[in-house]
């Protein structure tokens, strides 16, 4: 299910939710903000196969290389963020007359109780959420008698991929539907290093086994491959030409549905 849902997340995310606005609303893109998130991930995925095709399984290692990883780019992002110059933090300390403004500065930076409360509460309802979902996607899959590892890689994906479905349709809404697109790829990509790290750290699992096709395993020869298919249809094209097409999204949209049918397929 943990293997399912990580994967699944990354195909839902990229062939499915991007596709929306692409085709929607097809427009630039910034290539800067994706060429980071984009090497990484690939980086990422080059350890993930690794584990998959060479060792089967995700033990501790591989949960410890995928977080130590994941640790690695959080310090990139930090040293980007402080070379840059601080304009924006300036102007804000200054009123539009030019006057000092200090106290509106520090009242930015003051959190208020109630967004530490929500954050809180919105955890616990993630979690009590995500329970739900987990638990229900086994009750699903027994009495259906489908594979675990496919509900992880469909439905469960796709319930854990709502938050990008909803910043998606947020975005198309207010015109600027490429900026999920910086979202998305960030959310491949935690998928692959801190959902498959710390769950193989916390009980290291095999690669499923469930669902064979011509006498080869699936998740080696469909889910993988398709996974770095729709991340590499997405971002590839995306940071050449600094745009995004109609024709990406519809082809990832097209591909998705196809990828979905078959994995309900006897």
Not at 212 to 223: C, L
Request: hydrophobic share 50%; charged share 15%; net charge neutral.
């Amino acid at each position: 299910m943990s293997f399912g849902n990580a994967l699944g997340s990354i195909i839902c995310n990229t062939a499915f939710i991007s596709a929306i606005p692409m085709i929607v609303a097809p427009g630039i893109v910034d290539k800067n903000a994706l060429k980071n998130p984009t090497r990484f991930f690939y980086i990422a995925f080059f350890v993930y196969a690794i584990f998959a095709y060479g060792f089967g399984e995700f033990n501790r290692v591989a949960g410890i290389v995928l977080v130590l990883i994941f640790v690695i780019y959080i310090i990139v992002i930090l040293r980007a963020r402080r070379a840059r110059p601080y304009e924006e933090d300036l102007s804000s300390q200054e009123s539009p007359e030019g006057v000092s403004n200090t106290s509106a500065g520090e009242s930015e930076h003051r959190v208020p109780l109630r967004d530490v409360l929500t954050i809180i509460a919105s955890g616990a309802v993630i979690a009590f959420a995500s329970n739900l979902l987990v638990d229900n996607g086994v009750i699903i899959a027994r009495k259906f008698n489908v594979p675990e590892s496919v509900i992880g890689i469909t439905i469960i994906a796709l319930g854990t991929s709502l938050p990008e479905l909803t910043t998606a349709i947020t975005s198309l809404v207010k015109g600027h539907g490429n900026l999920s697109i910086g979202n998305i790829i960030g959310a491949d990509f935690m998928n692959l290093v801190s959902v498959t790290g710390i769950a193989a750290l916390l009980n290291p699992f095999r690669v499923p086994t469930e669902k064979m096709v011509m006498g080869i395993n699936s998740s080696f020869v469909i889910d993988i491959p398709f996974a770095l298919f729709a991340v590499t249809l997405l971002c590839v094209p995306s940071i050449i030409t600094g745009k995004t097409k109609r024709w990406q999204g519809v082809l990832l949209l097209v591909s998705y549905i196809i990828f979905v049918i078959y994995q309900y397929m006897n």
